[in-house]
C-alpha cells in the first residue's frame, strides 16, 4: 500500500502571497485538514469526539517548504504512518501536485490522544488501534521519509 491520501485541494486567490506563490501559513493549514481527514479514517470523528469526549492535540509539528506552489495548483497530500502506541500518533504527511510524485512540502507530526474533560492523555480505543495497527502494516515497506526526524539549528561555528 502507498501512503493515504488524505486530501486534495485547489490553491485558492486568498492563500496566495505578493510573489504568486502559497503563503507559508496555508501549507500547514493544508496539511491540517489531512490530519482531520486521516481523524475520520481512524474513527477519530466529530462524532466518536461528541460521544467519548476524547479528541487529537497536536504535540509537535515540523514544517520543510520544498517548492514553490502557485496559484490554482491542484495539490493532494500523502499521509504515511510512522508510528503509535496506545496514545500518541506519529505521522508524515507530504504535499504533491495531483499525480505527481515530487515532495512540494513535508509535515512531521506528534499527535496525543486527549480526553478533553481533563484535558488529560487517555489511550486509543481498541477500534483505533486496530485501524492504527493496519495502515502500519500495510505501509510497512513504504521507505523512511527523507526529511523525518530533522531538527533546526545553524552548523557549528568553526
Known amino acids: 500500500m502507498a501512503a493515504l491520501t488524505t486530501y486534495t485541494t485547489k490553491?485558492?486567490?486568498e492563500w496566495v502571497d505578493y510573489n504568486g506563490h502559497l503563503r507559508d501559513a496555508f501549507y500547514l493549514l493544508i496539511f491540517s485538514y489531512a490530519t482531520d481527514a486521516l481523524m475520520d479514517i481512524l474513527g477519530l470523528d466529530s462524532e466518536?469526539?461528541?460521544a467519548s469526549g476524547n479528541s487529537l492535540f497536536t504535540l509537535e509539528l515540523h514544517l520543510?517548504?520544498?517548492h514553490e506552489v502557485k496559484l490554482g495548483a491542484a495539490v493532494e497530500v500523502h499521509?504515511?504512518?510512522i508510528a503509535h502506541d496506545r496514545k500518541r500518533l506519529h505521522l508524515y504527511h507530504s504535499l504533491h501536485l495531483v499525480g505527481d510524485e515530487?515532495?512540494?512540502a513535508g509535515n512531521?507530526?506528534?499527535l496525543l490522544h486527549v480526553d478533553l474533560a481533563g484535558p488529560h492523555s487517555a489511550p486509543f480505543s481498541e477500534a483505533v488501534l486496530g485501524k492504527l495497527a493496519?495502515?502500519?502494516a500495510e505501509q510497512t515497506d513504504l521507505p523512511k521519509p527523507a526529511l523525518l526526524g530533522r531538527v533546526i539549528g545553524l552548523p557549528p561555528q568553526k
Open 102 to 104: 515530487k515532495e512540494l
Open 48 to 50: 466518536n469526539r461528541e
Open 108 to 110: 512531521e507530526q506528534m
Open 11 to 13: 490553491i485558492l486567490p
Open 64 to 66: 520543510n517548504y520544498l
Open 79 to 81: 499521509t504515511q504512518l
Open 134 to 136: 493496519s495502515i502500519r
